[in-house]
C-alpha cells in the first residue's frame, strides 16, 4: 500500500543553520504531497503543498520540491529559528478522498 | 473564524465503557475526517465523510468504531467496549471538496483507557 517514509528524530540544530528533513514516499497512484507541523501545544496545520512532479511549494521559509523520479519530497530552510521548534509531517494523498497517509512525524529543536 | 472544534479535550474512560468524541467542523467544509495520533502507530486515517455520499469507513480499526455525521456537519465518533489500545488523541479534520485542498485539524480529543 502508500507509504509515507521520513528521517527518524530529534533533529537539534543551533539558530539559523540549514534544515534538511527528508521524505520519501510509496504510491500507486500520482499522489499529492504535503507538510504538516505541529507546534508544542497547537493542532496540526499545513506548511506546505506540492501536487504535481516538479512543483516547490514553500511558505515561511519553507521549500519541498516533489521530485517523482526520487520518490521524494524533502523539506528544507536556509537558516532555521527558535520559534520553528516543532514536529514535522510528511504526507500523501492519493485517493478521490483526499484522505492524508502520514509519515511517522521528525521532531525539530532549535537551541538559540 | 472558527476553526474545527472538538469535545471533550481530554477523556478518561475505564476499560469496557463506551466514549463518544465530538467533531464540529468548520462551516462551509463538506469534507470531514477523522485521524487517530498514538505512540505506537503515529498519524492514522480512521474514517472520511463528503457530502451525502457514502462514508469511507476503510481506516476503522474495528467494529468497534463507528462513525456518524448529522445534517451533512457535525460528527461523532464513537467506540464500544474500550480498550487501552485505544489510548491516544483523536484529531478531526475539514476542508472544502477537493483532494488537494488543505486539511483544517482540531485540537484534538485525548483518549486515556485506564
Known amino acids: 500500500g502508500d507509504s509515507v517514509t521520513q528521517m527518524e528524530g530529534p533533529v537539534t540544530l543551533s539558530e539559523e543553520a540549514f534544515l534538511t528533513i527528508n521524505c520519501t514516499y510509496t504510491a500507486t497512484g500520482y499522489p499529492s504531497l504535503f507538510w504538516y507541523v505541529q507546534y508544542p501545544g497547537e493542532g496540526l496545520q499545513l506548511l506546505l503543498k506540492a501536487t504535481k512532479a516538479d512543483d516547490k511549494g514553500s511558505n515561511k521559509g519553507f521549500e519541498a520540491t516533489y521530485r517523482k523520479e526520487t520518490t521524494s519530497f524533502h523539506l528544507e530552510k536556509g537558516s532555521v529559528q527558535v520559534s520553528d521548534s516543532a514536529v514535522y509531517f510528511c504526507?500523501?494523498?492519493?485517493?478521490?478522498?483526499?484522505?492524508?497517509?502520514f509519515g511517522q512525524g521528525t521532531t525539530l529543536q532549535v537551541k538559540p | 473564524g472558527a476553526g474545527v472544534s472538538q469535545s471533550p479535550s481530554n477523556k478518561v474512560t475505564e476499560k469496557g465503557k463506551d466514549v463518544e468524541l465530538r467533531c464540529d467542523p468548520i462551516s462551509g467544509h463538506t469534507a470531514l475526517y477523522w485521524y487517530r495520533q498514538s505512540l505506537g502507530q503515529g498519524l492514522e486515517f480512521l474514517i472520511y465523510f463528503q457530502g451525502n455520499s457514502a462514508p469511507d469507513k476503510s481506516g476503522l480499526p474495528s467494529d468497534r468504531f463507528s462513525a456518524e455525521r448529522t445534517g451533512g456537519s457535525v460528527s461523532t465518533l464513537t467506540i464500544q467496549r474500550t480498550q487501552q489500545e485505544d489510548s491516544a488523541v483523536y484529531l478531526c479534520?475539514?476542508?472544502?471538496?477537493?483532494?488537494?485542498?488543505?486539511?483544517?485539524f482540531g485540537d484534538g480529543t485525548r483518549l486515556s483507557i485506564l
Open positions: 504526507a500523501l494523498s492519493t485517493s478521490n478522498t483526499g484522505k492524508l497517509i
Open positions: 479534520a475539514s476542508s472544502l471538496a477537493n483532494r488537494n485542498q488543505p486539511q483544517h
